[in-house]
């Protein structure tokens, strides 16, 4: 049981260059989230996902695109990376509902030149 | 918007010491209050969850407070150990969205 993988799990890109980042969870949780956690704001949600087949804006969605693949599998991705995009980016799951807890994966850390 | 804020952003304490980290927050309607710890360069690890009909939880050395009325939490870590350095952090909101407050970077000396 590994819970919430990401990969990769650093990344160096320049600027206008694309990428897609992928995290997959094995807890068999119907909601996934993306956040990005930046020195001072703490973490902030881009996108997130409430099942299979549904995706929703979070708070900071501008310049990300997200594709929920199936149920354990939610990929973000920059089709034209800016520097304000450098950041460390986390994946996150939870059971269904708003009470349940979230789990977080490693993260992945974006360099954008 | 919910605000949410944690005071002091950084708190050095000698082992053994019991300390208290402050949440506060500004919309009180709520489904839960979660605290997480993050270690340097890694993810974060949930210690504990509130839903809002609780008052308080506990595990171990661990205690967490709500108070909705006043749109308080607190987490309450006894007898510390160095172990337990580590940057915590509350979040809360309703239904599928977190709002973060931006932790307390705790460090235990020996």
């Known amino acids: 049981n590994a819970g919430v993988t990401q990969t990769p799990k650093f990344q160096v890109l320049k600027t206008g260059q694309s990428m897609t980042l992928q995290c997959a969870q094995d807890?068999?949780?119907?909601?996934m989230y993306w956040y990005r956690q930046d020195p001072g704001m703490g973490l902030r949600l881009i996108y997130y996902?409430?099942?299979?087949?549904?995706?929703d804006k979070g708070e900071v969605p501008n310049g990300y695109n997200v594709s929920r693949l199936n149920k354990r599998e939610f990929s973000l991705r920059l089709e034209s990376a800016a520097p304000s995009q450098t950041s460390v980016y986390f994946c996150?799951?939870?059971?269904?509902?708003?009470?349940?807890?979230?789990?977080f994966g490693p993260g992945t850390r974006l360099l954008v030149l | 918007k919910q605000e949410v804020t944690q005071i002091p952003a950084a708190l050095s304490v000698p082992e053994g010491e019991n300390l208290v980290l402050n949440c506060s927050f500004t919309?009180?309607?709520?489904?839960?209050l979660q605290w997480f710890r993050q270690d340097p360069g890694k993810g974060l690890t949930s210690l504990l969850l509130?839903?809002?009909?609780?008052r308080e939880q506990t595990s171990g050395r661990l205690n967490a407070s709500l108070d909705k009325s006043s749109g308080r939490s607190t987490l309450y870590i006894a007898a510390s150990q160095p172990g337990d350095s580590a940057t915590y952090l509350c979040?809360?909101?309703?239904?599928?969205?977190?709002?973060f407050g931006t932790g307390t970077q705790l460090k235990v000396e020996l």
């Open positions: 509130i839903q809002s009909s609780q």
């Open positions: 996902s409430a099942s299979e087949g549904t995706t």
């Open positions: 979040a809360t909101g309703g239904g599928n969205k977190l709002t």
């Open positions: 807890m068999n949780h119907n909601s």
């Open positions: 919309d009180s309607a709520i489904y839960n």
């Open positions: 996150a799951s939870s059971g269904t509902g708003g009470a349940k807890t979230q789990y």
